[in-house]
């Protein structure tokens, strides 16, 4: 399968985005980059809103991702409660 | 007691709906071909715009909530960065060459992408890809203003930035990006979206925004890393909007595969051909790098396309030809362009120099089947000249290739020891090509690629120099009368980075920051 991935700045919102997303990918490895974490998985990478609420202990909207996103790779599918990145072959 | 239940808010998918397809109406007293004019010519056939939805499901006035919050922090870090002359700090004044490149070649294409996204997104029936577009146009927007902005705190301090947006439409290889994207915004609003949205937002723009903002980390300049990522956060959306335009399109109808493989073939060559400047900065203008290009092209291009391709390959799409030949020219892109600049440098808008025994070393680690052989020969010759004061400036014009505008500098894809020349006669005229590529480019559409504004050509027929320049007077000067023409200061704005202004004054400031004077 493909790698998928998804780079985010090197902040403190991200932080626990991070640490939620290497919780619910036993696939993802972490490659931090200046000022960049990026972020691979085989073929199938998911951010899960519930997870990163209670990491932060706070609402979380996945929208506000937009605001740490640098980029991606892979289809992209987003509903209220995941975001799911994936290669289809 | 009765419990007033706060109604539930719309989910995504629902809301998603509302403030899209349900914003939009069908014409009663007005034919569609009227509205959208452009639609049906290119060939490609949409039998149900519904079927089109971004998969961020993003909604304007959630838009708007996001886009202010980044301009927040952008502007935030500008402040902080001019309130502690954040310009002493980068690693060493060379690194602001780059910062000029990017300035006058890449930040008026922002500008450009923004009217072309209007315009694109004006001429889609559908309202899923129009709000998609009229986004993009505004993040566009957003990045030349904010780019522009963040670099001022720069023109303050350094020379060649003055006037950028003058530069871009004149001098010699600016042409080069700009022909690039007027090339684009010329096309019908299908190839618009395959050329910008699909080939260099989602397949190329990794090559270039990632290791330009990473650059910029690296080398201590805290405005352009900002105003990088703060533009990168909209690149993803961007990337999106191109993968789901793509597979929207192919969906569709199977006619629509070769005219969008065509394309795709055409405009990965095209932005491959821009990113030389990028090549070129990373492996050369960038005083602690951050990757080599040929990395940066395999990570970027050769893993993550190839696996794009792969996903693609249900519709009948194709890796571009193309890349086999990038393959064969990732050993010597950046030394030959980086050659070239470095005999052209009485002619830009920046500074060049030759790589220090170090930077030698990192070259000849990352190229090992190049860098030696034929690189670092030719660099020792000219810095051994330009020890003994012999440093030569070419002053003679070279030939350009037709479609990219790039001068003839390209070696044979397997001999680079060769130079490759391609050639057509068309209607009574030569034309020439750096490759098989931008030479099958133009015989496919000569009537668009005759209409080159090529800037050698210009500069012989008497049309680069300032109004009222006689050529014929004795002991004219060409080069001189052109830099007036670009509005470049001989001495000051070109030439090499050891004799600059920029070089002294960076010392010195430098000096004065950590000593009490």
Known sequence: MSTVFLALQTNEETRPIIEAILQDNPSAVVDEQPAMVKINADGRLVVRRQTIEELTGRDYDLQELQVNMITMSGNLDQTDDEITLFWKA | ?517
Request: aromatic share 16%; charged share 25%.
């Open chain 2, 1 to 517: 007691m009765d419990m007033t239940v706060a109604k539930k808010k719309l989910g995504l998918k629902e809301r998603y709906a509302v403030m899209t397809r349900g914003l939009d109406w069908t014409p009663s007293y007005q034919k569609m071909e009227d509205i959208y004019p452009y639609i049906a010519y290119e060939g490609i056939k949409i039998h149900d715009w519904d079927k089109w939805e971004d998969p961020f499901r993003l909604t304007m006035d959630a838009y708007w909530k996001y886009q202010a919050e980044k301009e927040r922090k952008l502007y935030s870090v500008l402040d902080a960065f001019t309130q502690n002359n954040g310009h002493l700090n980068v690693t060493d004044a060379r690194y602001l060459n780059t910062v000029k490149l990017f300035l006058s070649g890449i930040s008026p294409l922002e500008y450009v992408a923004h009217r072309g996204f209007a315009h694109a997104g004006r001429q889609f029936p559908g309202p899923g890809p129009r709000v998609a577009c009229l986004m993009q146009s505004l993040d566009e927007i957003r990045h030349a203003q904010t780019q522009v902005h963040a670099v001022s705190n720069y023109n303050k301090y350094y020379n060649g930035m003055h006037d950028f947006h003058h530069a871009h439409d004149r001098v010699w290889f600016l042409s080069v990006p700009k022909s690039f994207f007027d090339d684009a915004i010329t096309a019908g609003p299908f190839e618009f979206m395959v050329s910008i949205g699909f080939s260099f937002e989602y397949v190329l723009t990794n090559l270039l925004f990632v290791p330009f903002v990473s650059g910029a980390a690296y080398n201590g300049d805290m405005a352009a890393m900002t105003f990088g990522f703060s533009a990168q956060s909209d690149e993803a959306r961007h990337m999106t909007l191109g993968l789901e335009v793509i597979k929207f399109i192919l969906e569709q109808d199977p006619d629509n595969v070769p005219i969008v493989q065509r394309w795709i073939d055409k405009w990965t060559w095209r932005g491959y051909r821009v990113l030389t400047l990028v090549a070129m900065m990373m492996d050369y203008m960038l005083p602690k790098r951050t990757m080599s290009w040929k990395e940066s092209w395999e990570i970027y291009f050769e893993e993550n396309g190839g696996a794009l391709f792969k996903d693609l390959a249900r519709y009948g799409i194709k890796m571009p030809q193309c890349a086999e030949q990038i393959a064969l020219e990732k050993d010597h892109l950046s030394h030959q362009a980086w050659s070239t600049f470095y005999n052209y440098a009485a002619a830009a808008n920046f500074h060049t120099w030759m790589p220090d025994e170090d930077e030698m070393e990192w070259l000849s680690a990352k190229y090992p089947n190049s860098f030696d052989k034929l690189y670092r020969p030719r660099y020792e010759f000219w810095r051994e000249q330009a020890a003994k004061g012999n440093r030569f400036y070419n002053k003679t014009l070279p030939m350009l290739c037709q479609t990219c505008q790039i001068p003839m500098i390209f070696t044979e894809p397997g001999d680079p020891t060769k130079i490759c020349y391609r050639e057509v006669d068309y209607k009574g005229d030569k034309y020439h090509f750096c490759s098989d590529h931008c030479k099958a480019i133009f015989e496919h559409e000569p009537e668009k690629y005759v209409q080159a504004w090529l800037p050698v050509h210009q500069i012989y027929q008497g049309n680069c120099f300032p109004e009222g320049t006689d050529p014929t007077v004795e002991g004219f000067d060409p080069l001189a009368a052109v830099l007036k023409y670009y509005n470049l200061e001989h001495g000051r704005d070109n030439l090499d980075f050891d004799v600059s202004e920029d070089k002294k004054n960076f010392a010195e400031w430098r000096g004065q920051a950590t000593k009490n004077i």
